[in-house]
């Protein structure tokens, strides 16, 4: 019997030993999952902060970035020269009729956005308009204004269909004579005709001699352009349908003249006594064998001009009105 107690007595303190070891496994066990716990609350906090403080100093740099380029934005000029680029003079024959502000707006921003470009633009006029030289003026563009008339006998009557005369000799012969007194052969420079209805992309700027590039929409071909050699990659032609013949069957908005060469030949200009289509000929005969030519835009496998071509506006009701002493533009320049 006092076995039996004695027996029930460690039973009763082994089981007691092991209360009091699961007891104290579960407070540690608790305080340890606290401090866990309390420590990942704690360096939750803090990444928060230090993000915070990364976002803020992120947007204060932004900011001020910001701040620089909307300043740049401001003193931005479309003249703005690089004098590493050679300047590119662009020439511009341009006369008055109801489109002629809406041309020269589209080309305008077109040239804008080119640097290091000389706008010469020549009226077929008396005397500068106002509406030339406003727009001018207020484009922030480098630019020289300049007027040259066409001989009565050499202009379009309204009717006449436009193959008959040449036009824009006058005025480029006119912008010519302003480059040869007014700059020097060592000057870098590269001259394009760039008449006021056609349309310009950016591109092309490097010509040695003379450069020749595709014209999309014109000689009545989607794209007229040089054709080259596979094997030397010179000029060997034009895909031309109209007048093929010609020693340079290419539109005037296909080529680009060296300012140095330019200024070597003296002898080199447009003229009223040669068949039609054959003014870029007759310039270009002066300056460059077919062989000298160098082949632009991508070899030339891409567009960057286009002839187009913008209708004459129908203005009957305009018209109507004139004949009652009256227009609907009043004192608006349209
Ligand atoms: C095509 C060519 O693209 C012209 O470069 C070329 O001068 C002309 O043929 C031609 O054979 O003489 P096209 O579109 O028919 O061009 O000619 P326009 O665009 O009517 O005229 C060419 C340039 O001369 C234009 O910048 C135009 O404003 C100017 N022009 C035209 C004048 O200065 N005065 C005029 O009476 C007519
Ligand atoms: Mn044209």
């Not at 005969?285 to 004459?312: F, G, I, S």
Request: charged letters at 25%; aromatic letters at 8%.
């Amino acid at each position: 019997m006092l076995q039996e107690i004695k027996q029930n007595n460690l039973n009763l303190t082994v089981s007691s030993q092991e209360m009091g070891m699961k007891r104290r496994l579960l407070l540690v066990l608790t305080i340890v999952i606290v401090i866990i716990w309390f420590t990942s609350l704690r360096n939750r906090g803090t990444i928060g902060l230090s993000e915070s403080v990364s976002s803020e100093l992120e947007i204060a740099a932004l900011k001020q970035n910001l701040a620089k380029l909307s300043s740049e934005c401001r003193s931005w000029k479309p003249s703005r020269l690089d004098p590493h680029l050679p300047v590119i003079y662009a020439i511009t024959p341009t006369y008055a009729r109801p489109v002629q502000k809406a041309e020269l707006t589209r080309l305008l921003h077109t040239l804008m956005l080119v640097p290091n470009l000389h706008w010469i633009i020549i009226e077929d006029a008396e005397v500068p308009s106002s509406l030339v030289a406003n727009l001018l003026k207020n484009s922030g563009i480098t630019y020289t204004h300049l007027t040259a008339t066409t001989p009565k006998e050499w202009k379009l009557k309204e009717k006449e269909s436009n193959w008959k005369k040449p036009r824009g000799v006058q005025q480029r012969n006119t912008a010519l004579q302003w480059i040869r007194n007014n700059l020097k052969a060592d000057d870098q420079g590269v001259i394009y005709f760039a008449d006021d209805d056609n349309s310009y992309s950016l591109e092309m700027r490097d010509t040695q001699v003379v450069s020749v590039w595709p014209v999309g929409l014109a000689g009545g071909l989607m794209v007229e352009m040089p054709v080259l050699d596979p094997k030397t990659g010179h000029v060997k032609g034009w895909n031309s349908a109209w007048r093929p013949e010609r020693p340079f069957p290419l539109d005037m908005a296909g080529f680009a003249i060296n300012l140095s060469h330019f200024l070597k030949h003296t002898e080199a200009k447009f003229s009223f006594n040669v068949e039609n289509g054959y003014q870029e000929s007759e310039i270009l005969r002066h300056l460059a064998t077919r062989d000298q030519l160098e082949p632009k835009a991508d070899n030339c496998t891409k567009v960057y001009v286009w002839h187009t071509r913008t209708e004459a506006p129908k203005l009957q009701a305009e018209k109507q009105l004139n004949k009652k002493g009256l227009k609907s533009h009043g004192g608006i320049e349209v």
